[in-house]
């Protein structure tokens, strides 16, 4: 198949979540009707998915941190490596140029949207139940937002992983109904809330803090999630990229 | 030089150590080797530590994540000069129409790519020039949208854009070109 420039970079803005809802709608009906451009797509997707579970498990080795932290204690400033007066010299460009642009970027349309997703989460902690639907069976879990959205929300389980579901409720983002889905880490809860194209418009991958509450978001394929937890950062990046390899490897299959 | 306190401390360990792993992640494929990804993170880490003030709230790991990268073009430009150079045009460049011919004879590439090894996606990875993989990583690795990856590598959005298109196209073709 041979794409356009064009095609191939509407293709590329879909796959990422880029796309705003009309346009991925627009997009969306082009996949169902030509076969080449679903196929094409296809191998995007399997890329994607072989680039995230091969070159995305490399962690540095533990020895890092312990490294970073020590050289950091001042109190022993002897133990500072040598390279240290090399970097401050390139610093002060490098972080201010840095610190500037992030800090008249930071407040966007998409905020609005994580607002009212953390002004659920709060409200389900505070609720006497967290969810609608108690269950860590994801086959209970996913029927049962049947008739409640007009979309099939992706419903996985991370037991295993030290993420197990608790269940789910659906909240109401942008005035419509959106799934959330319910994980415990020790004694945190996580809800994800998952945004269909066409439903909200929001920009991808951010992450902020809101009231105290960590916020991640990101878009894949037209749909924007978006994790809300007071779990540590480390914890709710962890859940994060579970979350993203299973529906990696969701739209592959 | 006394250059910080235990405040300068905990802003550095909510800051930027919660971004250690994507930090390690993005200087490994821009340096291409663990030792030299941890040699680079812990260098930025010094960075981030003493510029911890300037960090003005909002989004922390692309804060951190500018630093790593900026370090790693320092390593790059001091250790391997050639990578950071960019021989090819990347926006104004039409698509390279024979490129596209040849794609047409191709067996379907989802069947190549279903078969394709980690070590194949790790040796066309490392034959990207280093401006076509680092929005690769930033994108798939670090999951980050356009918008951030813009910020963090210096770009226009347009750039970001086409620069991971042609990345992904030629990983594509590699491996595709590279399979029985």
């Known amino acids: 198949m041979t794409l ?17 809802p009309l346009e991925a709608n627009r997009f969306e009906a082009r996949l169902a009707s030509e076969p080449a451009l679903a196929a094409e797509i296809e191998a995007y997707r399997l890329l994607r998915a072989a680039l995230r579970s091969d070159l995305a498990e490399d962690v540095p080795s533990p020895d890092l941190r312990r490294r970073i932290t020590s050289s950091l204690d001042l ?12 970097a401050a010299s390139f610093l002060a460009g490098v972080v201010l140029a840095g610190s500037m642009t992030l800090g008249v970027l930071h407040r966007q349309a998409g905020d609005e949207i994580a607002g009212e997703v953390v002004s659920a989460h709060i409200r389900s902690l505070m609720a006497p139940a967290p969810t609608d639907v108690p269950s860590s069976d994801h086959h209970t879990v ?6 409640k959205l007009a979309f099939a929300p992706v419903v996985p389980d991370f037991g295993s992983q030290g993420f197990p579901l608790v269940g789910a409720r659906v909240d109401v983002v942008g005035l419509e109904p959106a799934a959330t889905l319910v994980y415990s880490r020790g004694k945190h809860l996580i809800s994800l809330t998952e945004i269909p194209a066409g439903q909200a418009s929001v920009t991808a991958a951010r992450s902020y803090e809101e009231r105290g509450f960590l916020v991640r978001s990101w878009s894949e394929d037209g749909v924007t999630y978006f994790a809300v937890s007071d779990a540590a950062a480390e914890e709710l990046e962890a859940f994060m990229k579970l979350f993203q390899a299973e529906t990696a490897r969701k739209s592959q299959s | 030089m006394n250059v910080g306190d235990a405040t300068d401390q905990d802003r550095f360990a909510e800051v930027f150590l919660p971004h250690l792993v994507d930090a390690f992640r993005l200087a490994r494929w821009l340096a291409g080797s663990r030792a030299d990804a941890e040699d680079i993170v812990q260098e930025a880490s010094l960075r981030a530590f003493k510029g911890i003030r300037g960090f003005g709230g909002g989004d922390s790991r692309a804060w951190a994540l500018t630093i790593v990268r900026n370090t790693s073009y320092s390593w790059l430009a001091k250790n391997r000069p050639s990578a950071v150079v960019l021989t090819e045009d990347l926006n104004q460049t039409a698509h390279d129409r024979v490129d596209q011919s040849d794609a047409m004879e191709r067996t379907p590439e989802a069947a190549l790519i279903a078969k394709v090894e980690a070590e194949e996606i790790r040796k066309a990875m490392a034959t990207l020039p280093v401006p076509f993989r680092e929005v690769l990583v930033l994108r798939e690795i670090n999951g980050l949208d356009y918008r951030a990856i813009a910020e963090i590598a210096e770009l ?24 029985p």
């Open chain 1, 75 to 86: 109190r022993a400033p002897s133990r500072r490596p040598a390279w240290g007066a090399l």
């Open chain 1, 142 to 147: 996913k029927p049962w937002f049947n008739g």
């Open chain 2, 156 to 179: 226009p959005i347009g750039t970001v854009m086409s620069r991971l298109a042609r990345a992904r196209r030629k990983l594509l073709d590699a491996i595709s070109g590279g399979a």
């Open chain 1, 4 to 20: 356009s420039k064009d095609d191939e970079l509407l293709l590329n803005a879909y796959l990422d979540g880029e796309l705003d």
